[in-house]
Structures are given as structure tokens and as C-alpha cells.
């Protein structure tokens, strides 16, 4: 079974990855950012004894139906929204520039809301 411990790392090489892509490889950014909340919203889920789901349908079933979700519900389905718009739709790269900068402020939003549960578990 994944230990939270699986998902923190995780979480943190996806957001390690994020600063290395370049600049203007807009799509992947927020792939990434995506996938680094994806990842640390799954630590929680562990912490707090909720399995951790495997697919999206699942996840965002718990996130929708657990009052401690609440804070971040909103920028996770927005993120959620923002990377199956680059990887999906057929929008010029170039014009994901603003998404990308969303994507990276509801990354450190929601990131925020997850590291105080790591902390609180000694996780850090």
C-alpha cells in the first residue's frame, strides 16, 4: 500500500520538476502543477484515513463530500480545469501564459492547505 510518506515524495518531485521545465513550456507547467496538488491532496487523503483514490471520479467524490475539503475545493477543481485545457484543447501554446501563473498561484494555495496537515503529522 502508498504511505503518505510515497505521496510527499512524489508531490515534491513533481513540484521540483515544475522549476525545471522552461518558461515557455506553458502546457507542461501546469500539467505539473496539477499533478504536484494531485499528489499532495493524496497525503491528506492518507493522513486523515481516506483512501487514496485512483482516478478522478473517486477523488473528487471525497473532496466534494469531506467539510475538511472546503478551503481548497474551488482551486483544485480550477486547476484540475486549467490542465485538461492544455492538454486537450487546442489552444496556441503561447496563449497559456496567464493560466500558467494561475495554475502556479492554486498550486501554492492548495500546497499551503496540504503542508499543515504533513506538518501536524510530522511529515514536514
Not at 510527499?8 to 513550456?25: G, P, V, W
Not at 493524496?42 to 473528487?60: K, M, Y
Amino acid at each position: 500500500m502508498t504511505t503518505p510518506y510515497d505521496f510527499l515524495e512524489q508531490a515534491r518531485a513533481n513540484r521540483t520538476h515544475l522549476n525545471s521545465l522552461q518558461r515557455e513550456s506553458y502546457d507542461w507547467r501546469i500539467t505539473t502543477c496539477f499533478y504536484s496538488v494531485l499528489h499532495a491532496v493524496n497525503v491528506v487523503f492518507r493522513l486523515l484515513g481516506f483512501p487514496a483514490t485512483e482516478n478522478h471520479t473517486e477523488r473528487f467524490r471525497v473532496l466534494r463530500s469531506q467539510p475538511v475539503f472546503r478551503p481548497i475545493l474551488k482551486s483544485y477543481e480550477l486547476l484540475y480545469g486549467l490542465s485538461i485545457d492544455s492538454r486537450y484543447r487546442a489552444y496556441p501554446i503561447s496563449s497559456l501564459q496567464e493560466e500558467t501563473e494561475e495554475a502556479q498561484q492554486l498550486l501554492e494555495s492548495i500546497w499551503s492547505f496540504c503542508e499543515r496537515f504533513w506538518v501536524a503529522k510530522g511529515l514536514s
